[in-house]
């Protein structure tokens, strides 16, 4: 079948990924309702074109966090993105730099901030808090060393979510052998010998740490251990001090959190529900944006992450006011269909798109795209009149 879209894509990874493993990438909280309503919400809000502009040169290209994106995308953090398909982060984040958008290393990946860096220089590097305050410290140097502009910090995990997908699978490593995984596996020879011949996955920036340096299982073990984090306002002056660049905040959804991430020093806040596999029942980022935006003043930049599935998704939320938008799932799947040329179609896809949007909204300019051309200035929802 020929990949048009995205939901192309996720068909063709569900067909080459053992089903608990698909699951883990595509399942989210509970009765997943808030990640529907993360990509249903975009389709509320309809576009108002503006007919008879000159639309011959276009360009999508957006300036965040002093960057400039030539494709408008930050390809959000993903732990163990090495499992789903081959090359792992480092193709992840060549894929992202040559179509001039940004892959964001996560904390828990199976190749190092260094590497990743040094494949692909300028990645962004997103900050699981640790509760040891020394190792926090180390990564965040070691992002700053390795020329990483901006530090994410998340902010929505003081405790893992709970996945009934995963749950019901029995999602562990290594996979518990249930007769239905030995099926699930057993049927994906693929997968299994890519995993046999490639160098074993562990959490790379960990691997000197005590715990975390004895396989995977015992990895995983150690890092559900130190899941509940106490991340707290105060420590973001902390981490500006240590770290050179930007430092935004990821997984912020209330206006009043716009206001404290400002008043305590941050560049930017990203509206966030970690793509639903968090608090179900949490608000939709699109839906929040621009209370968001409203609350920053200008002060701080609101980034907008999840359920963007389409390019007119990406123009809807830049005209709400967000600088830039982050996808998590859709590069997974291009990374699991086709490794680093599938995350190249995954961008390719969004980037035509786009492209179509600005053309027949007649906003050439992705950056001008302003809530007069959308319908109701974008405000579908009672509550946010
Ligand atoms: C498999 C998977 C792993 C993730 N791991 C992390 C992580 O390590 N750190 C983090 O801040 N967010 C993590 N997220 C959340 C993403 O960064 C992002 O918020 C989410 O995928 C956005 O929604 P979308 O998939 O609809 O684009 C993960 C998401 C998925 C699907």
Redesign the pocket.
């Known amino acids: 079948m020929a990949i048009l879209n995205i939901d192309d894509l996720r068909a063709a990874a569900r067909r080459r990924l053992p089903k608990p493993v698909f699951d ?2 595509d399942g989210a909280a509970m009765d997943e309702v808030t ?1 529907g309503r ?2 249903a919400d975009f389709s509320e809000i309809r576009f108002q074109p503006k007919a008879l502009v000159d639309i011959a040169e276009r360009s999508q290209a957006v300036t965040v966090l002093g960057q400039t994106l030539t494709t408008p995308v930050i390809l ?5 993105t090495g499992l789903y398909g081959p090359g792992g982060e480092i193709a992840v984040a060549r894929a992202a730099k040559a179509a001039g958008a940004v892959f964001c290393l ?3 990946s199976t190749q190092t901030i260094e590497d990743v860096a040094a494949a692909a220089p300028g990645i962004w590097f ?1 900050l ?1 808090v640790q509760r040891d305050r020394g190792l926090t410290k180390e990564l965040i140097e070691r992002a700053g060393k390795a020329g990483c502009p901006v530090l ?1 910090v ?1 902010v929505d ?1 003081a405790v893992q979510g709970r996945r009934d997908r995963d749950i019901r699978n029995g999602f562990a490593f290594p996979p518990k052998f249930t007769p239905a995984n030995i099926w699930h596996f057993g049927t994906k020879p693929g997968f299994l010998w890519r995993l046999a011949t490639s160098p074993k996955l562990g959490f790379a920036n960990f691997a000197h740490v005590p715990g975390y340096n004895m396989g995977f299982s015992a990895a995983t073990r150690q890092a559900n251990a130190d899941f509940v984090r106490k991340v707290t306002w105060d420590d973001v002056a902390w981490y500006k001090s240590i770290f050179p660049g930007k430092v935004v905040l ?1 997984g912020i959804l209330h206006p009043d959190d716009a206001k404290r991430a400002a008043d305590a020093g941050a560049d930017g806040i990203v509206a ?1 529900n ?4 968090q608090l179900e029942g949490a608000t939709s980022p699109i839906r929040a944006l621009p209370r968001l935006v409203e609350a920053a003043e200008g002060r701080i930049e609101v980034i907008l ?4 599935r389409r390019g007119g998704d990406v123009v809807k939320a830049v005209a709400l006011g967000a600088k830039a938008v ?5 590069y ?1 799947y291009g990374l699991a269909a086709g490794g680093e040329a599938g995350v190249a179609q995954m961008l390719s896809i969004v980037r035509g798109e786009i492209d179509t949007t600005l053309a027949l909204l007649g906003c050439p300019r992705l950056p001008e795209a302003d809530p007069t051309f959308l319908e109701d200035q974008g405000r579908p929802w009672p509550a946010n009149r």
């Open positions: 883990y990438i990640m993360n990509r959000s953090p993903t732990g163990l996560s904390t828990v997103q699981y994410m998340t995990t990821k966030s970690h793509g639903g596999r992450d999840g359920g963007i982050m996808m998590g799932r859709p997974l």
